[in-house]
């Protein structure tokens, strides 16, 4: 888990966001630079963590900017258990693959099966419960690439 300026999985010093993440628990993230994390968009957006505690940044509504005063705490170790937020396509069942839902483009997630995975998507788990459109549902993350 990441806690604001410290990390204990890599080397990154994660101080910048690149944009509101306030009420975001449960939202994908990518490694955008060194330093810099930002909402997945989309399904091609390379997984990094998922957000347990959202923040906004010491400049709200200028991004990139330094993580505001509230820390910002992420999933980010392979394998881990996770709280993830469903977006508002349609609800998932355990055992769904899961990526970020490209049509909302909030950092949540949709099944495969709502949202075919093409070439070049990253899957960034299975669901391990049910869970409907706007809920959350648990999800290990273990992150792949969609090969052509």
Excluded: H
């Excluded at 806690?3 to 975001?24: E, R, V, W």
């Excluded at 400049?59 to 709280?83: H, N």
């Amino acid at each position: 888990m990441a806690l604001g300026a410290t990390t204990y999985k890599t080397p990154n010093i994660i101080n910048l966001i690149g944009s509101d993440m306030t009420s975001k628990e449960g939202c994908g993230v990518y490694l955008y630079g060194a330093n810099e994390v930002k909402l997945a968009t989309a399904g091609g957006d390379r997984p990094y963590a998922v957000i347990v505690t959202g923040t906004d940044s010491l400049t709200p509504g200028t991004y990139p900017s330094l993580i505001g005063d509230a820390s910002l705490e992420m999933v980010d170790q392979l394998g881990c258990v996770v709280q993830v937020l469903i977006s508002s396509a349609a609800g998932v069942v355990a055992g769904d693959f899961l990526l970020i839902d490209n049509t909302d483009a909030d950092g949540t997630f949709t099944s495969v099966s709502n949202q075919p995975a093409a070439a070049v998507d990253f899957v960034w788990g299975m669901a391990l419960t049910e869970a409907n459109s706007g809920e959350q549902c648990l999800m290990r993350f273990q992150p792949y690439l969609v090969q052509a």
